[in-house]
């Protein structure tokens, strides 16, 4: 079981930047890879990025390639992800999520796999 909690949304001008935070504790360690998904209203759930439990490996949208970078760190069966995202667009704008899912220390999850473990959720909004 891993638990999640995401901070750090908030409202944003256009080419504005926002850092996320995703608080991953377990009961016992195990290696998890995590992600971000996010949903804009009347839209299904978008993939945006993972990255591997090593912190090594990571797996971008094009949507986002380049103006965001998630990272990580780890301490015993906890773990924190940070998504910095630079360059804000109106588009951007949706509720984002943190997910996990247990997987290999060097493996980036990728977007078709299923997550096991998801947070509530933050909201960005980007003006334009």
């Known amino acids: 079981q891993v638990q999640l909690v995401e901070s750090g949304g908030g409202l944003v001008q256009a080419g504005g930047s926002l850092r996320l935070s995703c608080a991953a504790s377990?009961?016992?360690?195990?290696?998890?890879?995590m992600a971000w998904f996010r949903q804009a209203p009347g839209k299904e759930r978008e993939f945006v990025v993972a990255?591997?439990?090593?912190?090594?490996?990571?797996?971008?949208s094009n949507s986002v390639k380049g103006r965001f970078t998630i990272s990580r760190d780890n301490a015993n069966a906890n773990s924190t992800v940070w998504l910095q995202m630079n360059s804000l667009k109106p588009e951007d704008t949706a509720v984002y999520y943190c997910?996990?899912?247990?997987?290999?220390?060097?493996?980036?999850?990728?977007?078709?796999?299923?997550?096991?473990?998801w947070g509530q959720g933050t909201q960005v909004t980007v003006s334009s």
């Open positions: 377990a009961r016992t360690f195990s290696t998890y890879g």
């Open positions: 997910a996990a899912r247990f997987s290999g220390y060097y493996v980036a999850p990728r977007p078709g796999e299923r997550y096991d473990f």
């Open positions: 990255i591997a439990y090593s912190g090594g490996s990571t797996y971008y």
